[in-house]
């Protein structure tokens, strides 16, 4: 029952202030057609003077409207490898296509600060123009390659492209040359260098070109996607005013949405300018710190005359008080890192080296973890078959067909007359002639699979592979008789001649030498040697031609089945054949015709080897 002492003590300044937090939840509540609750407590939103409100959007609002409009686009973010993800450019698209500034209007001219292929660019273009005729976007990059914003142009047509205005081989240094006197942008995103202090630089360079209810979007904030790439980060965090975190969504269940936080940061430009000075100046404070990209005396780029155009910038457009005082301080940070810029650069390039081994280890975990995860969803009829779960050699599944027991015992035999080992140096030679390459340097980082690897570890030459895959059908059984001689370095997968469980568009680079003839079923194979290579991958192949069918090699391979079956699929680099020298009297070597150049060439009849490569179309 309410009192005439709790009405009274309702308009105390406590009991307003209980009142006011109540009407607003209830606003808030009601003003959200998700019914999302407010999680910023996990999202450290600080609140501005200016306001009580702390939170600029309620939690996964804009980019629920978003990710609608993102997927009515085709999917240009997979297509050109944008470095946005789809969820930080759904808050965009919902930001242009449903925020409305204090004046009602939405949002009417873009600056993007760094636009790299042009991706977020083009996405912007397109919804923009959708929901206003007279919708601009800006774009400045330092790049001045035709790669810079070239998914726009590829994109649109010319009526579009009035409406894009393209500044390559610019910063915002130049920002008055690219902006026109008339007009006040209401949106920037500045994803340009991200080494403190250049964030801060476009910031301050761009805040006079805003309407007083813009919004600033930062990139890569709090996401540490290099060591010391932290300007972004540095603004965001220190940033006191509205600001808003974007999130990711993802549904436990319908009702049950889940928040994970992006890369993309939104602050308000505070309107008072006391507030606003003090970020500036709080951010400016911060010592410079060393690029990741760059290494080098002086290799952070930022020098005297710099921070000299940028005082007459701020003389210009900011108090001038307060421009010579952020024009001493960044004047003394940069002194300071010219002192220490030895340590800074190796502190740099140290953190680098680990962030990048990092890096590198969790993909390979997750393309493993992918493989296992693709492989474990087959049917159960074929999966007994294939025995999916043979991985790195292990495996239930034995076969005691003809042909396997006398390709295993040929091995056995080749391991006897070995003094019980396997050599292997010989493959480098081989196997960079099969590619005619000098070196392994074309394998960096990559995937490579050989089919068909047998016992010996024929990737064994080369380290520059990213994951090395070994594949044969009797993996198992190698490892049953040479488990301490097989080469321990790699991954081995045990395949059929079927399936070969690997996930599709997995691998760069597959060889596979002398192992097709091998096979009871050509076609299939190579159907799944295609499935597993990656659009442009490489198939580097060395076949045995016109041989006779044998219990062991069962398949003929004639040039005629390889017009009808391989050469369609492949964009051939070089075909390269020889006499296969064990069939030359008196034998030689089986690959030593390639490498005499005396040697007459084979015609498409006579017993030969051939060696090819070719990228998949």
Known sequence: MITFKRIIKIFTPY????????IKRKIIYQKNPMGYSNVSSELSINEDSESIESSLFQDGYFEEKGIRIFKNFPNWQKQYKSLSSEWEIAFLLGLISDYKFANGEKTKNVLEIGVYNGVTSLYLLKTGLHYFSKFELYGIDIGEKEFFGGAVLQETNLEEQKHYHLYRGHTSFDIEKVIPNTIKIDLVFIDAAHSHP??????IHVIPFLNDDSICLLHDVVSYMRPNAWGESFIFLGWESKKYHTVQIEYVDKNKPVFRRTSLGCIKISKNKKRLYDNIRKIAQIPF???PWKFGNDNLGITIEMIENLKQFMLKYYNSDFSLEIYKILKLNLEDYKRKWILYCHETNFYNYLFENILSQNKVIAELQQSINYMSKKPESLQKEINAEAIVGLSVFDSHDKKYDEEL???IGRYNAENHSF??????????????ELDDSFLKNKIVVDF???PRGSLAWTQAPKLRIGVDVLIDRYFDCFGKEMYDNYLYIKSTEKYIPIPS???DVVYTMNSMDHTNNFEVILNELFRILKPG???????NMNEPATPCEPQSLTYELLRELLFPKLKIQHKLTAFNGAKLKPPRGTYDCFFDQSMSQPSETDLSILWFRGKKK
Do not use: T
């Open 15 to 22: 009991g307003l202030i209980v009142l006011y937090r109540y």
């Open 452 to 454: 068909g690897c047998g």
């Open 537 to 543: 991958g490489e198939l580097i192949g060395s076949f």
């Open 289 to 291: 710190r060393a690029s």
């Open 409 to 411: 015992k040929y091995w």
């Open 423 to 436: 050599e292997n140096g010989f493959y480098k030679k081989i196997m960079l002639g099969m590619a005619q």
């Open 505 to 507: 568009e997995f691998a």
């Open 198 to 203: 250049y964030p801060l630089f476009d910031l």
